[in-house]
C-alpha cells in the first residue's frame, strides 16, 4: 500500500505564489508519472500537470508558463510551484501518484489541499 500526502495551499491574494508539495510513503517499489489535478465545485477533475520519472513534464494550458512541477525521486515527493495565481485557479489540488509493483500497476490520490485565490 502506498500513501500520498499533499501540503501546502491556503489563501492566496491574486498575482500571488504558493508551493505544494506532495510526498509518497509506504511500501513504494517504483513511481512512474506523479501529477497535479484540481477540481473546482461544481467542475470535474482535471489534470494540471504531470511529471514522468525521467523529468519529462506536461501542463494543462490555462497554467503554462505560471505553474511549474518537479520532483526529487530521492524523496518520492513532487512539488507544484504556482506563480501570478488567479481567481480561477481556486480549487482542490490533488496529488496522482503512478506507482507499479513487479505484479500490477495503481494509481494512488492523496485527500487534496485547497488552494483559495482571492483579495
Known amino acids: 500500500q502506498v500513501q500520498v500526502l499533499e501540503s501546502g495551499g491556503g489563501l492566496v491574494q491574486p498575482g500571488g505564489s504558493v508551493g505544494l508539495s506532495c510526498v509518497a510513503s509506504?511500501?513504494?517499489?517504483?513511481?512512474?508519472?506523479m501529477g497535479w489535478y484540481r477540481q473546482a465545485p461544481g467542475k470535474s477533475r482535471d489534470l494540471v500537470a504531470v511529471?514522468?520519472?525521467?523529468?519529462?513534464?506536461n501542463y494543462a494550458d490555462s497554467v503554462k508558463g505560471r505553474f511549474t512541477i518537479s520532483r526529487d525521486n530521492a524523496k518520492n515527493t513532487a512539488y507544484l510551484q504556482m506563480n501570478s495565481l488567479k481567481p480561477e485557479d481556486t480549487a482542490v489540488y490533488y496529488c496522482?501518484?503512478?506507482?507499479?509493483?513487479?505484479?500490477?500497476?495503481?494509481?494512488?490520490w492523496g485527500q487534496g489541499t485547497q488552494v483559495t485565490v482571492s483579495s
Open positions: 509506504g511500501n513504494i517499489f517504483k513511481i512512474n508519472a
Open positions: 511529471i514522468t520519472s525521467g523529468g519529462s513534464t
Open positions: 496522482n501518484i503512478d506507482h507499479s509493483t513487479a505484479w500490477n500497476r495503481i494509481t494512488y
